[in-house]
């Protein structure tokens, strides 16, 4: 077994279009390069196999573990220097075992099937109303109109928070998340570290105000969360807030814009949702294999491990590319990069994640996504992509930011 050596092609997510359609640069990856070790420190996977180990190994999450002399956290320390966003490392999605257990474990006890089944209504009647809307304008862009609003307003009906505050968390959110990208602009990350400490701010307030209203809700449940005697302090509370709060909305808004758009391409697929309700949950499986709404996640060596033949040292940053291990011919077949909404196996993606991270909220994406597209689907039976869509720019939460459609 050897080291990785650096070879071509190297992995260059700010190539040209890579953004828009970053299949074709996967593809090269899984074929000449699937554990790639990259010039700035990073290790990247792209081949189902290895991605879906990757994610169930029970590999660190939690950055200080990445070696002191890696370049990667050489660059994010230099980014950020005493500027760290304060809740950063805080939350269940960056902590190990026992942390991680302990918090998920409370946060569990808030996000049972049976909240969710008694959602299932309200979702219902906020995605009719937004199809009512669209069905009078006609001519709308799908993510302003419907993905982006549902999810968030689903999100902060689950945690029963003033809406007061649900525009400027939006726009917050929107800034946070781009530190999820590589940043080398000192004004960007002056916005992200801004963002975060307004949004720690909201949420407190947020967080005081439920002390005194308490309701059946999830916000007021995490309050009151206990586990043996074991319950979240005030940062912890806060970091699990607004990370529900931003994987509620943020990565289902790219679930269901970039499902519509796959499903527009080829007017069939619609045809066949309208006239088989029963093929939904099915193809909600398939548009999150498709196009993965989280493109990567990443884990952190403690000690070496060798994948595909290959030793990855300890204290390495390891990406597991899961839109390509989405699309590895390898695992699906030859028509991976195909949309295929009876694909058999097509929940055997890794757009949750695996392992003790798998998504908590997979549950709640999926209600979400399939009312959207039994319900859009039957309402309109014509409904066409209307110009061109614009894709956001970003690297891992990718997905359409205007999606033009007329309803027909």
């Not at 093929?279 to 999150?288: D, H, I, K, P, S």
């Amino acid at each position: 077994m050897t080291e990785s050596p650096l070879t071509e092609p190297v992995f260059d997510p700010f190539a040209p279009g890579f953004t828009d359609d970053p299949y074709p640069h996967y593809a090269e990856m899984r074929e000449h390069a699937p554990v790639h070790r990259h010039p700035f420190g990073f290790w990247l996977l792209t081949r189902y196999e290895d991605v879906s180990w990757l994610l169930r190994a029970g590999l660190s999450v939690e950055d200080r573990n990445v070696a002191e002399d890696n370049p990667l956290r050489e660059m994010r320390e230099a980014t950020y220097g005493d500027q760290m966003p304060r809740f950063d490392g805080r939350s269940m999605l960056d902590r190990d075992p026992p942390d991680h257990t302990r918090l998920r474990r409370l946060v569990s006890k808030a996000f049972t099937p049976r909240a969710l089944r008694a959602l299932r209504p309200q979702v219902v009647d906020l995605v009719d109303g937004m199809l009512d809307a669209m069905a009078r304008a006609r001519h709308v862009d799908l993510i302003e109109s419907l993905a982006f609003p549902l999810p968030f307003a689903v999100i902060a009906k689950m945690l029963g928070t003033p809406s007061s505050d649900h525009e400027r968390i939006r726009e917050l959110t929107g800034v946070v998340v781009r530190s999820l990208e590589p940043v080398a602009d000192p004004d960007l990350v002056s916005a992200i570290v801004s963002a975060d400490h307004d949004l720690g701010g909201i949420a407190a307030e947020m967080i005081a105000w439920k002390r005194e209203n308490p309701a059946d809700d999830l916000l007021t449940a995490l309050i009151n969360a206990e586990d043996e005697g074991d319950v979240l302090d005030e940062d912890e509370l806060i970091a699990q807030t607004l990370l529900l709060y931003i994987a509620g909305h943020e990565t289902t808004v790219n679930l269901i814009g970039g499902g519509t758009l796959a499903l527009l391409r080829d007017p069939g697929r619609t045809a066949l949702l309208r006239d088989d309700p029963g093929l939904v949950a099915n193809a909600v499986e398939e548009m999150l294999r498709y196009d993965s709404p989280v493109q990567a996640s990443r884990r952190i060596t403690v000690e070496p491990v060798t994948v595909g033949g290959v030793e990855i040292p300890a204290g390495a940053f390891v990406m597991a590319s899961l839109a390509s291990a989405n699309r590895d011919e390898r695992f699906w077949g030859p028509d991976a990069g195909e949309l295929r909404l009876n694909r058999e196996n097509a929940r055997q993606h890794v757009s949750f994640g695996a392992g003790p991270h798998h998504c908590l909220g997979a549950s709640l994406a999926r209600m979400e996504a399939g009312i959207v597209f039994e319900r859009m689907t039957a309402r309109f039976p014509r409904l066409a992509q209307d110009g061109e869509v614009r894709w956001n720019g970003r690297i891992n939460l990718r997905g359409p930011s205007y999606l033009p459609v007329s309803t027909g």
